[in-house]
């Protein structure tokens, strides 16, 4: 199974679609060889998350929650302010929701590797995308 690298620049790109397409290159659903049961995706850098669109009133009206298990342990924070305190957990979030619910989600969401601004780790790199 040959994996490849792939890179995606998120400025001016909005949020759902731009997760879209990393979910197919993630799974391995953009490949002729794809078969739902084998993790045969390649990996996906995405650079310039700071500069993500989103349409809609969703800056201030979506939500995400998290639970800890305690009472009163919930948490809520917006999107304006995760984009700002952690960009990258915006996508992670986006992405993770549209794999499929299987064993092979976790694995797959491995390989995905999110950067805030346009420098990232992976110089020696070559990307097909």
């Known amino acids: 199974m040959n ?3 792939h890179l995606f620049d998120a400025q001016g790109k909005v949020l759902g679609r731009l997760a ?3 979910a197919k290159t993630l799974s391995g659903r953009n490949k002729v060889d794809y078969v739902p049961h084998i993790d045969g995706g390649d990996f996906v850098i995405v650079i310039n998350m700071e500069k993500i669109h989103v ?3 969703k800056l201030e009206g979506k939500i995400y929650h998290k639970y800890s298990g305690y ?3 919930i948490s ?3 999107l304006k302010d995760l984009l700002k305190k952690d960009a990258g957990k915006v996508m992670q979030n986006a992405v993770y ?3 499929p619910k299987n064993k092979l989600r976790d694995k797959m ?3 995905l590797h999110v950067f805030g601004g346009s420098e990232h780790s992976f110089k020696n790199i070559e990307f097909t995308h």
């Open 3 to 5: 994996r490849h690298y």
């Open 20 to 22: 879209t397409e990393i």
């Open 55 to 57: 349409t809609g009133n």
């Open 71 to 73: 009472p009163g342990g």
């Open 76 to 78: 809520a924070i917006a």
């Open 97 to 99: 929701g549209m794999l």
């Open 109 to 111: 969401m491995l390989r």
